[in-house]
């Protein structure tokens, strides 16, 4: 029988015809058929719902929300529903939304560069304790995330936040998110560049423009100009990573396409070196390409990394030069590998000017608005008011004299937030989890914290460098696929056949120059009761076979 001339025979050249159809690509006049998002997205920017949530659902509550608000263009303004309590992780996949949704929200504050003043972290402490239960989390974006906040109270958060120049724009949904900063930028005395002007000029043109409010998906982006490349710069839609170039001097090198969750890519070099005052002109042009003919058609394909993939680096540059730039971007070189595996600047270090910065450990980033105002009291009596986040969950006090470093970290200290913390405090991260995310199928937080206290009593010698990080479902939030033990939560099976809460296993993920993803050791997954026996197991074995140098 003859095959059907308008339906290509095999999956692979149905896909190729579909992708020939059209990817959603507006560069190329494909505006139609809108998915979901991409229809509630071109009915109303999802800036505008920030207007209702003042004038309308903050005074008549929960109930009022349109639904393309509650759970589309709420994230514009930071806002996510949190999952209800007591829905156990086998229901994640099975239930509606509207089940899952209760009647709080997560809310994300963006601090780009990851710079916080005392008087913004109490602010940011205060709106823990008076609206969000006394909760705060450190994301690994460096943000800040609340939870149990009520619609009723945002318009008076806002107010708050705004007032010490902090902000929730953008902090989710498809649109240019926070931009990672070195934490240590303008402070470190190895520093390449400090990039801090290319983020306040990128937040300046870009977050809140609605030229920029629709993209494809969310547009992740990094700039640090430390040897150490501490942003995780490899998993970001764009990033500009510090680099010496032999004739023009420090500037960055140009990395896009990087991004976790399905599909994962690390980013690829474009080889261009950018000046300094022309990286917001660069980060422009590149999420310009991503919102002309990033792919909008499947949300699973529509993040930067799948274009690039498509295109390569070599087209990717030159679209970038003759369409947005207008001129040739300066060839330049690589970064170099970083001397040390730590990225996360805990610890007591020099500064430039000859004062300190202190970075200290919470476990797995889990603060509270009462702790975060002690240490913004704490870092106002033995620095200068000046603190950072970093992308571990960390934090860090700068511009601490000599002699206040001692005193500084026993303070810190006596808020468990320790600045000599055990490899397993310093290296585990953990993702929001079951308790408040709707997608989760898993426990993280309290998860990891027993982790890192049972792993300290059973092998307190350990001393290596070493990233655990766990995370609530198959997505990426915290970066399982670049950790040297990755755990993707997950329902397993127990001795007994009975389905419980566990972790699919990944090993051997890194980032840096050697960056690539951890193997999936196959048919490896532990349950959360077997966890430290396990992680035990790897690292014992870890210490008794390596080769001299072996991560
Ligand atoms: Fe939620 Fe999954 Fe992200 Fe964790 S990794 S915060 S469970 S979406």
Redesign the pocket.
Same mark, same amino acid.
């Given at each position: 029988m003859a095959s059907n001339p308008e339906k290509p025979a095999t999956a692979t050249a149905r896909r190729k015809a579909g992708r020939h159809r059209g990817e959603g690509q507006w560069a190329v006049g494909h505006f139609t058929p809108l998915n979901g998002n991409e229809q509630f997205k071109k009915d109303d920017d999802g800036l505008n719902v920030r207007t209702r949530i003042e004038t309308i659902y903050s005074k008549a509550g929960f109930q009022s929300i349109d639904p393309n608000d509650l759970r589309g263009r709420m994230r514009w303004w930071g806002l996510y529903t949190q999952r209800k309590p007591g829905i156990d992780g086998g229901k994640t996949a099975i239930l509606e939304p509207e089940e899952l949704d209760d009647e709080f929200f997560m809310l994300r504050v963006r601090i780009d560069g990851g710079r916080l003043t005392t008087a913004q972290l109490r602010v940011i402490g205060e709106i823990s304790q008076e609206f969000a239960r006394g909760t705060a989390d450190i994301t690994d974006r460096q943000n800040i995330q609340y939870h149990w906040i009520r619609i009723e109270d945002m318009p008076e958060i806002w107010r708050r936040l705004e007032e010490v120049g902090l902000s929730t724009t953008e902090a989710c949904g498809d649109t240019p998110r926070v931009v990672l900063g070195s934490p240590v930028a303008g402070i470190a005395e190895d520093e390449i560049i400090d990039g801090t002007p290319a983020i306040d000029e990128i937040y300046r043109r870009i977050v809140g423009n609605k030229d920029f409010s629709n993209l494809p998906r969310k547009f992740k982006s990094a700039i640090s100009g430390s040897p150490l490349l501490d942003v995780a710069h490899e998993i970001n839609d764009i990033a500009f990573v510090g680099v010496e170039h032999p004739e023009h001097g420090p500037g960055f090198d140009l990395w896009v396409g990087g991004g976790l969750s399905t599909n994962p890519k690390i980013g690829v070099r474009l080889g261009a070196w950018v000046p300094l005052d022309e990286v917001p002109d660069v980060y422009e042009g590149v999420i310009s390409i991503f919102r002309d003919y990033g792919y909008r058609r499947l949300r699973n394909r529509a993040r930067l990394k799948f274009l690039v993939a498509d295109w390569g680096a070599e087209k990717f540059r030159k679209v970038l030069e003759d369409e947005y730039l207008k001129r040739p971007l300066v060839d330049g070189p690589a970064p170099a590998q970083p001397v040390q595996r730590w990225r996360d600047h805990v610890g007591v270090h020099r500064q430039q000017d000859g004062r300190y910065y202190v970075g200290f450990a919470p476990r797995v980033g889990r603060v509270d608005g009462a702790t975060l105002t002690k240490i913004a009291d704490v870092a106002e009596a033995h620095g200068s008011g000046r603190l950072r986040t970093t992308v571990e969950q960390k934090m860090i006090v700068l511009d601490v004299e000599q002699d206040q470093v001692e005193s500084l970290s026993s303070a810190l200290e006596a808020l468990d937030l320790t600045v000599r913390p055990s490899s397993f405090r310093r290296g585990t991260m953990a993702?929001? &989890?079951i308790e408040f995310?709707k997608? =989760?199928i898993v426990e993280?937080k309290a998860r990891g914290a027993s982790l890192i206290d049972e792993l300290e009593r059973r092998i307190p010698e350990f001393d290596e460098p070493i990233t655990i990080n766990i995370? &609530?479902?198959p997505? =990426?939030?915290?970066r399982i696929q670049v950790a040297d033990i990755g755990l993707k939560?997950q329902l397993v099976l127990d001795d007994d056949g009975n389905q419980v809460e566990g972790y699919q296993v990944h090993l051997g993920g890194a980032l840096g120059l050697e960056a690539g993803f951890g193997r999936k050791v196959r048919g490896l997954k532990v349950t959360s009761d077997e966890l430290p026996d396990y992680v035990e197991r790897v690292l014992r074995r870890f210490q008794k076979e390596r080769e001299e140098g072996e991560r």
């Amino acid at each position: 029988m003859a095959s059907n001339p308008e339906k290509p025979a095999t999956a692979t050249a149905r896909r190729k015809a579909g992708r020939h159809r059209g990817e959603g690509q507006w560069a190329v006049g494909h505006f139609t058929p809108l998915n979901g998002n991409e229809q509630f997205k071109k009915d109303d920017d999802g800036l505008n719902v920030r207007t209702r949530i003042e004038t309308i659902y903050s005074k008549a509550g929960f109930q009022s929300i349109d639904p393309n608000d509650l759970r589309g263009r709420m994230r514009w303004w930071g806002l996510y529903t949190q999952r209800k309590p007591g829905i156990d992780g086998g229901k994640t996949a099975i239930l509606e939304p509207e089940e899952l949704d209760d009647e709080f929200f997560m809310l994300r504050v963006r601090i780009d560069g990851g710079r916080l003043t005392t008087a913004q972290l109490r602010v940011i402490g205060e709106i823990s304790q008076e609206f969000a239960r006394g909760t705060a989390d450190i994301t690994d974006r460096q943000n800040i995330q609340y939870h149990w906040i009520r619609i009723e109270d945002m318009p008076e958060i806002w107010r708050r936040l705004e007032e010490v120049g902090l902000s929730t724009t953008e902090a989710c949904g498809d649109t240019p998110r926070v931009v990672l900063g070195s934490p240590v930028a303008g402070i470190a005395e190895d520093e390449i560049i400090d990039g801090t002007p290319a983020i306040d000029e990128i937040y300046r043109r870009i977050v809140g423009n609605k030229d920029f409010s629709n993209l494809p998906r969310k547009f992740k982006s990094a700039i640090s100009g430390s040897p150490l490349l501490d942003v995780a710069h490899e998993i970001n839609d764009i990033a500009f990573v510090g680099v010496e170039h032999p004739e023009h001097g420090p500037g960055f090198d140009l990395w896009v396409g990087g991004g976790l969750s399905t599909n994962p890519k690390i980013g690829v070099r474009l080889g261009a070196w950018v000046p300094l005052d022309e990286v917001p002109d660069v980060y422009e042009g590149v999420i310009s390409i991503f919102r002309d003919y990033g792919y909008r058609r499947l949300r699973n394909r529509a993040r930067l990394k799948f274009l690039v993939a498509d295109w390569g680096a070599e087209k990717f540059r030159k679209v970038l030069e003759d369409e947005y730039l207008k001129r040739p971007l300066v060839d330049g070189p690589a970064p170099a590998q970083p001397v040390q595996r730590w990225r996360d600047h805990v610890g007591v270090h020099r500064q430039q000017d000859g004062r300190y910065y202190v970075g200290f450990a919470p476990r797995v980033g889990r603060v509270d608005g009462a702790t975060l105002t002690k240490i913004a009291d704490v870092a106002e009596a033995h620095g200068s008011g000046r603190l950072r986040t970093t992308v571990e969950q960390k934090m860090i006090v700068l511009d601490v004299e000599q002699d206040q470093v001692e005193s500084l970290s026993s303070a810190l200290e006596a808020l468990d937030l320790t600045v000599r913390p055990s490899s397993f405090r310093r290296g585990t991260m953990a993702c929001t &989890g079951i308790e408040f995310c709707k997608l =989760a199928i898993v426990e993280t937080k309290a998860r990891g914290a027993s982790l890192i206290d049972e792993l300290e009593r059973r092998i307190p010698e350990f001393d290596e460098p070493i990233t655990i990080n766990i995370n &609530g479902c198959p997505n =990426a939030c915290a970066r399982i696929q670049v950790a040297d033990i990755g755990l993707k939560g997950q329902l397993v099976l127990d001795d007994d056949g009975n389905q419980v809460e566990g972790y699919q296993v990944h090993l051997g993920g890194a980032l840096g120059l050697e960056a690539g993803f951890g193997r999936k050791v196959r048919g490896l997954k532990v349950t959360s009761d077997e966890l430290p026996d396990y992680v035990e197991r790897v690292l014992r074995r870890f210490q008794k076979e390596r080769e001299e140098g072996e991560r």
